[in-house]
């Protein structure tokens, strides 16, 4: 994060947010804005479309400096551009939000602070922009010290399962209920929902595990943190960034996420591992930091099935697993956090 | 690396060495240069000491004009320093050696480029500054896909417990004995020995499995990459980078590295773990990019053991394990090798 020319640790975004949609034409492009406002619509004031860009989010329409006008402190690059670049028809409504007193955020591979008219007006106006992809935080190695506090970690059969939205699912859940609980994002479509986190795929590998040690820290001994997962660990990419990140959340409890009708690892040639074995694999990772770890639920994740095939897969993996077993965005997470409870 | 001002790919060091041992007065101190001595004698015409250092490797000692007249290519810094910074006493020296043709290559956290007498006098002498914990070396994620040729993998109950001195004793015997094998480094030093690799432990996370998989390319059928391994899957801090390692470096074959008289993971409060959990979990681990992963020998440390415990551990080791057991410093890797030629 850059606050003008000075480079300073990692912090929180700052609530409300404008959310600049660019000229997308297609919701796809727009997802990670549609997902800070599917979870964190009291921070989304508005939105912003230039040019040809037409998606709608169903927020008012600003420019900068209505939103500015109405409190907004962030506007939240909430679109993606082929490349990860940021393109520079977007750069003078980028520094205008500066110019109105905005700061800037981002999940693009390239660096808000790399383009020069925006590292300028940054510094011009005072405003912070905030590369959540990149972090200039120091991690530390990982200790394997127990922390206070309890966690929960979404783990999966695979990368792109649901395990963010699993996590954000049952923070909404947990909180609805009163209880202390908070959503650890480590992805940067997560930490732009979040606000704050680490996109652990991003850190120096040797840092895996105290990253993750760093984005839990010790807390009070009923507050939960909800840890968003990342990759698998039968993914023959990124199974090293999912175990360092096991090893340093030491969770409590895991909830698997799984898509049942998926039969091939994403991008590889590889089989999705049995479900059992997966569950076994990622609760044998995670004692090595917490001797208590456990599965406490399956998150299926059926959006490209239907009808009585959804029922099927659920009663069919609570019979084989002895867990309870939902998707959370089509039926919530309750299943889940009920079992969480009851045996906590 | 650095040519004078252009950033290049990651390439070799090119020898012979000229090996600069500093201001040293402990050979401790000089690790990374008696041990590219000890391993690649045939590489190394020189030692250069300065000031108050006595360090002696039994080197002629040279100037960096009369290393280069006999055909030294590149000054190997092989001295640690407190921090890991170059002290400005040595500047002048190393400016010396590129004065006199020499490239420089170094391990220490400090980039060399990042010295700016040495940057300008690398690009006034057209010569390359080598800074191999640091790569510019951009890798892709992995793909899991089968490579030809071998590889045997070392790995390990704890860190620092002979991976690379393993796998550097295995590659002299397969050598010796006709065979054709190369040693793959993953470290600073074993990269100073070889002349080439990755520091996997300095390489994003994303790209940790995808970096080991850059490092041993496809090769001959009848070849044998010898993987320097890195950490533990059973240290809470580095097992992410050793299981991104282990899928990366698809072994045929892993021999595991045991001290048997520790009984706690280095610098954290963890035991460690019995030796048969340790290979099943490596060649578990192994299996998900190779199903055809094996252990072929037990590696053990005996530098701190003396007299009839040795044999009693090896006896213990290899009843236990049903695998060949030795200390290939004290006695040679050739149990290993032997048990791996006649069942491979």
């Given amino acids: ?148 506090g309890r966690r929960l970690l979404t783990v999966g059969s695979d990368c792109v399962v649901g395990k963010k939205y699993t996590a954000l699912a049952i923070e909404r859940v947990m909180r609805a209920r009163g209880l202390n609980a908070d959503f650890r994002a480590t992805g940067q479509t997560g930490i732009l929902i979040a606000g704050r986190g680490v996109a652990i795929d991003a850190v120096v590998s040797d840092f895996i595990a105290g990253a993750a040690e760093w984005l839990s820290p010790d807390n009070d001994a009923d507050h939960w943190d909800i840890i968003e997962g990342q990759g698998s660990l039968f993914h023959p990419a990124y199974a090293g960034v999912t175990l360092g990140l096991i090893h340093g959340s030491q969770p409590d409890a895991l909830v698997v996420c799984h898509e049942p009708i998926r039969d091939r690892i994403l991008s590889v040639d590889y089989p999705t591992p049995p479900l059992l074995d997966c569950i076994a694999a990622n609760v044998a990772a995670a004692r090595l930091t917490n001797p208590n770890a456990r599965a406490v639920g399956v998150s299926i994740n059926t959006s490209r099935m239907e009808g009585a095939a959804i029922e099927r897969a659920m009663d069919q993996i609570e019979r084989e697993t002895g867990l309870p077993c939902t998707d959370p965005i089509r039926h919530g997470p309750d299943r889940i956090v009920d079992y969480l409870l009851a045996t906590s």
Same sequence: chains 1, 2.
């Avoid at 406002?37 to 040809?52: A, F, K």
């Fill in 1 to 148: 994060m850059d606050t003008g020319a000075v480079v300073q640790d990692f912090a929180s975004l700052s609530p409300p947010y404008l959310l600049f949609l660019g000229d997308a034409t297609l919701l796809a492009a727009a997802k990670t804005a549609a997902g800070v406002h599917q979870w964190r619509p009291e921070h989304c004031l508005g939105q912003l479309r230039i040019n040809e860009g037409n998606v709608d989010l169903g927020l008012p329409d600003m420019t900068p400096a209505q939103a500015s006008a109405r409190g907004a402190k962030t506007m939240v690059l909430g679109v993606a551009n082929p490349g990860g670049v940021i393109p520079e028809s977007w750069v003078p409504t980028l520094v205008e939000a500066l110019a109105n007193g905005l700061d800037l955020a981002s999940g693009a591979h390239q660096k808000l602070s790399s383009v020069p008219p925006l590292k300028a007006a940054a510094v011009q106006f005072g405003r912070r922009l905030f590369d959540v992809r990149h972090t200039d935080q120091v991690f530390e190695t990982g200790t394997g010290v127990k922390r206070t």
